[in-house]
């Protein structure tokens, strides 16, 4: 499995747990979720195209990590 693998399979599982919490929680919270989903698509479709590259681009790193820390966010709100 590549790093790349491993990254999406950690933040696919943090993002079905939240997923999970968001049904429940505030409006707010439903509109960080929703934004951070239209992010969420970009990061696996760039993911995608990075696989056959050899490394993560910046912008992905960027990427990642809004959504990284978007999901922490989220995570304490709830």
């Not at 693998?5 to 919490?21: G, P």
């Not at 195209?49 to 966010?73: C, F, N, T």
């Given at each position: 499995m ?23 929680g ?6 960080e ?26 912008a ?19």
């Amino acid at each position: 499995m590549s790093a790349i693998d491993d990254l999406l399979k950690d933040m696919e599982t943090k993002r079905d747990e939240l997923m999970v919490k968001i049904h429940l929680g505030s409006k707010e919270a439903q509109q960080e979720w929703e934004e951070l989903e239209k992010k969420w698509e970009d990061f696996t479709a760039k993911a995608g195209v990075e696989k056959s590259a050899e490394g993560i681009s910046s912008a992905l790193g960027l990427l990642k990590d809004e959504l990284v820390q978007g999901y922490e966010r989220l995570k304490k709100a709830l």
